[in-house]
């Protein structure tokens, strides 16, 4: 669990936490940063920490609830509840888009209960479902259908069973697997986790799913949902997960050099007219290879990332973003000197970090700077577990092409087509999430937060906090 964590530390960096079960005992380990590097001399002691042989662990990127330290440890899964002999841990990947409503609900059940964020409501509601007296599917089927969002959920309770489930269209990544031996099952977000401990992959959860485990060591499956509509984070594919991780039997750094192939197709002018691809490390290197593909320029390794910074920008707070990045990435002058550069990059979110690369680029003297973008232009917040969750932060909600290179500082910003995009993923257009590049959300009540507050912010008014969060506290509800 420990390697399998740390291997997928890059899907959060605020705070890591594993929870063990041993003869029906919760035991946990939570602690803020990255899963730390263990001496051996510590090691025994993390074993005495956490009894027993199942578990589950987490790590956390906020896109609910508050950021300050104290905050973001509360915030930190695995969750634990309990109520009328009915006790549960829970550890979730995704975002919650109804919590006033679920909130109303858990705290007329648990008065006493303080929800920071949206993981406690999650583990809280499915506690309530449980200890109802239905059976583990239909408990499981009544928190699906009652919540709104994305959610990939694990969860072990105090009788020691296991199981897993995904929201009704998919959204985020799971994934099922087994030891060699056989006596080990495994969920888990991305394969990267299972290769590392040399598990193999057995199936990748349907959306409305739930997954069980025997005693003897097999899966069970139940669909829940009947005719379920996927939508799966098409923003997985650009920048999220692992290069090396595999969905749908293809490794992503594989559709990711095909986005560079693509992009060299789509623009044929600039990179018949450019002297090197460059990109920005590391999830621009694949679409560099696609591009050196197929447009048979040298792939020129002048931005070097430093090995030790280790943190990703997109999910650093606003403040730590700029002065990370700048310590992060290193420019090697004379290779760009007089050149027309072709910047390979997975996506334009706010446009900072993309400025200061196009800065140093600048004064290393490259005569010209052309942005090759294989996330599509993104127009509105991700309500799913992406913390871009403001039109206001969204330098693609009010400025287009032209206005952004000018803003960023580049000759041209050139963004992959959606239908590129789509093709290059080998997924149906229907089954992939594109809600921040096309504004279609896949659940209704995300579709209805974004519609209203669009209109608001483009009547001028400013956004102080993410949308699911306005629309809460603006209906008397605090967090
Ligand atoms: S809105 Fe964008 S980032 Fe969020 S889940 Fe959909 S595709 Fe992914």
């Known amino acids: 669990m420990y390697w399998g964590l740390r291997a997928e530390n890059h899907r959060g ?40 042989n199942i578990g589950i662990a987490n790590v956390r990127y906020t896109t609910s ?37 679920l909130l109303q609900e858990v705290t007329k059940e648990f008065p006493e209960i303080k929800c920071g964020c949206d993981s406690d409501l999650v583990c809280n509601k499915l506690l309530i479902e449980l200890k109802s007296g239905k059976t583990l599917p239909e408990a499981v089927k009544a928190t699906m259908l009652s919540l709104d969002g994305a959610f990939s959920v694990l969860c072990i309770m105090g009788n020691g069973e296991f199981f897993a489930f995904k929201d009704p269209h998919g959204i985020k990544p799971l994934c099922a697997g087994h030891s060699p031996d056989g006596k080990t099952l495994v969920f888990s977000s991305e ?8 598990f193999e992959r057995d199936f990748e ?18 669909q829940l949902i009947e005719k379920p509509q996927k939508a799966f984070c098409a923003f997985e594919y650009a920048y999220f997960a692992r290069p090396d991780s595999l969905f749908d039997g293809r490794y992503v750094y594989e559709i990711r050099e095909e986005f ?38 040298r792939w020129e390794r002048a931005s070097r990332r430093h090995r030790y910074v280790t943190e990703r920008a997109f999910i650093l707070l606003n403040n730590e973003r700029y002065s990370t990045i700048d310590r992060k990435v290193n420019i090697l002058g004379s290779k760009v000197d007089g050149k027309r550069v072709i910047v390979t990059e997975d996506s334009i979110v706010r446009g900072d970090t993309t400025k200061v690369i196009i800065e140093k680029l600048r004064k290393s003297g490259a005569e010209k700077v052309y942005m090759f973008v294989t996330f599509p232009r993104i127009i509105g917040p991700c309500f799913y577990g992406i913390d871009m969750s403001t039109y206001g ?32 993923t080998g997924c149906k257009k229907e089954d992939l999430c594109m ?3 096309t504004g279609k959300y896949p659940t209704p009540l995300a579709q209805e937060f974004a519609d209203k507050m669009k209109t608001r912010f483009l009547a001028g008014y400013q956004e102080k906090t993410r949308i699911y969060e306005t629309v809460s506290e603006s209906q008397g509800v605090q967090w």
């Open 65 to 101: 609830g508050k950021c300050d330290d104290q905050s973001i440890i509360q915030g930190t899964q695995p969750m634990t509840a309990e109520a009328d002999g009915v006790k549960i841990a829970v550890s979730f990947n995704g975002n919650i888009v109804n919590t006033q409503q």
């Open 205 to 222: 959860l349907e959306p409305g799913e739930l997954v069980t485990t025997t005693k003897d060591g097999h899966f069970e499956r139940h």
């Open 393 to 424: 932060q969204l330098i693609g909600s009010t400025h287009n092409e032209e206005e952004i290179a000018k803003i960023i500082g580049a000759d041209q910003v050139c963004y992959q087509s959606i239908e590129n995009l789509v093709k290059a």
């Open 260 to 297: 560079g192939r693509n992009l060299v197709k789509e623009y044929p002018e600039i990179s018949k007219n450019s002297d090197i691809v460059l990109s920005v490390p590391e999830t621009g290197d694949d679409p560099a290879m696609g591009v050196h593909e197929a447009s048979g320029l």
């Open 435 to 437: 809600a921040c590049i």
């Open 191 to 198: 394969t990267v986790s299972l290769d590392i401990n040399g």
């Open 13 to 52: 960096h605020q705070s890591h936490g594993f929870l063990t079960y041993n003869e029906g005992k919760f035991y946990s380990y939570k602690n803020l940063d990255l899963v730390p590097k263990l001496k051996t001399s510590v090691i025994q002691e993390w074993f005495g920490r956490l009894p027993g």
